[in-house]
């Protein structure tokens, strides 16, 4: 079940909110859990016990760090808690892709395990182990109440795809939590605009990547390689931020406050401002229970460039289970360690337009790799963008045609030009922009909305990238 789908939008979701905002109190973790569970169940119900497994075992692990706090063997439940989360992750998402790797090396006929990968695994892993990790520190009080961690764990807004929640973020949430009409309307503008993101630009953007993608790349142009990476560049871009407009709308009209996730992150001047601006979560995660633990940049700098490396492998690995994945990551802890050794310090010497422009091209070559599963079309996908076959072409043309206008819009959208217009029409203090603000307040979701359902009724066309990481 994903959010942009009728089934959700005109089934699930009004009758969860039915139920959710006539039960009493502390009815309403109850409500949200078991709403939670039949959204997941919807698609995959073999693993919801997955996903509670994971769910008992790290509630019982917070639970023995805090009866063992100061003994050497409270470590032995955190140790359990990365082992295992890290096996469930690995054995689900890898386990194919590492035997099918030692069959292809050593001539081995090892049968593949064809497991199915869980829906938001990589997610909701990552969370339930923070938490241990965080309950270990002192960071974040011990949950003794197995349905408020439960709630947690698989809150539907925010499991599938993020943005990835610390629990001391929500803890006070849990206990208490309070919802007004204010609140709720800017969440369902929040989930308005995200929806819109998605139906209205990533969708369509997707057809474009299908597009060039499904023309071949024998003698691909120049023109025709550039449109597919921009379409696809775009089309992840709202995809995954309007996942996450979605997410954090839904959480406000439930009372819970989630992270931002993204913040115009293709108006970066460096690769460095790009992931500090790009899946913040998932960067914050990184650096709070990776990079920082391993040192850091407190040990030097040849220590700090191991270090990047590192989690730059493993933020490639974790996206999925592929060859151009580690690339991917591999392709950026280069251009960090590059900016760390002389490069941000050049890019400081130039205009702002200069390190946006690098960092925009340099993130473009990075989706390719991300993008292109084979190694042998991705090198001749690199080879067309750099004009190896030749400058135009007629699909290139006619795709530029078609998409000019869709590739403008989504290129504005994704700077803070629409935010500080509408910004400035609150604010202003003539009437007429008053009330110009006021009814397109009212007016733009609803129209948003509808134009969204007519989209997802008519387009078959509507997955979430993200989903599969």
């Not at 500080?420 to 009330?435: F, G, K």
Request: glycine share 10%.
């Amino acid at each position: 079940m994903v959010f942009s789908s009728v089934v959700f939008l005109f089934r699930f979701l009004p009758a969860f909110m039915i139920c959710y905002f006539l039960a009493p109190g502390r009815m309403r973790n109850f409500i949200l859990l078991l709403g939670s569970l039949f959204f997941y169940a919807w698609g995959e119900p073999v693993y919801v016990l997955l996903m509670l497994f994971s769910t008992v075992v790290d509630y019982g692990n917070g639970l023995l760090i805090e009866r063992w706090r100061g003994q050497r063997r409270a470590a032995v439940p955190l140790v359990v808690s990365v082992v295992v989360n890290l096996g469930v992750l690995g054995f689900f998402k890898y386990g194919d892709f590492l035997v099918s790797t030692v069959n292809s090396v050593f001539g081995t006929r090892i049968p593949l395990l064809r497991l199915g990968l869980p829906i938001g695994i990589s997610f909701y892993t990552f969370q339930t182990m923070s938490y241990t990790i965080d309950v270990y520190r002192g960071q974040a009080k011990v949950q003794k109440n197995l349905l408020d961690f439960g709630v947690y764990v698989t809150m539907f807004p925010q499991l599938i795809a993020g943005p990835i929640v610390k629990y001391r973020d929500v803890e006070d949430c849990l206990h208490s939590r309070r919802t007004d009409v204010t609140a709720v309307s800017r969440g369902i503008r929040r989930f308005c605009a995200g929806l819109a993101k998605k139906v209205l630009l990533a969708n369509n953007l997707g057809e474009l990547w299908n597009q060039v993608m499904d023309g071949g790349f024998q003698e691909m142009s120049m023109l025709t390689a550039w449109l597919g990476i921009l379409g696809f560049a775009f089309q992840i871009y709202f995809d995954f931020s309007g996942y996450s407009d979605m997410a954090i709308g839904l959480g406000e009209i439930l009372g819970f406050h989630f992270p931002e996730n993204f913040n115009y992150p293709y108006l970066s001047g460096s690769v460095t401002e790009f992931w500090r601006r790009w899946h913040i979560s998932l960067g914050s995660w990184f650096r709070e229970y990776v990079y920082i633990p391993l040192g850091g940049n407190r040990k030097g700098l040849p220590r700090q460039l191991l270090h990047i490396l590192i989690v730059w492998m493993l933020t490639g690995i974790w996206h999925g289970a592929g060859w151009n994945f580690a690339l991917w990551g591999l392709w950026f802890a280069f251009l960090l360690i590059l900016e760390k050794l002389f490069l941000h310090r050049a890019l400081s010497w130039f205009p702002k337009a200069v390190g946006v422009i690098y960092t925009f091209g340099v993130v473009l070559a990075g989706w390719a790799l991300f993008a292109i599963p084979s190694f042998t079309e991705l090198v001749s996908y690199l080879g067309a963008m750099a004009g190896m076959g030749g400058l135009l072409d007629g699909n290139g043309l006619y795709l530029g045609r078609e998409y000019l206008v869709l590739l403008v819009i989504a290129a504005v959208g994704s700077t803070p030009l629409p935010h500080r217009a509408v910004s400035r029409l609150e604010q202003s203090r003539r009437c007429v922009w008053t009330a110009l603000f006021r009814l397109g307040e009212k007016v733009i979701p609803a129209a948003l909305l509808l134009l969204c359902i007519a989209g997802i009724v008519e387009d078959s066309y509507n997955p979430f990238l993200y989903f599969r990481f």
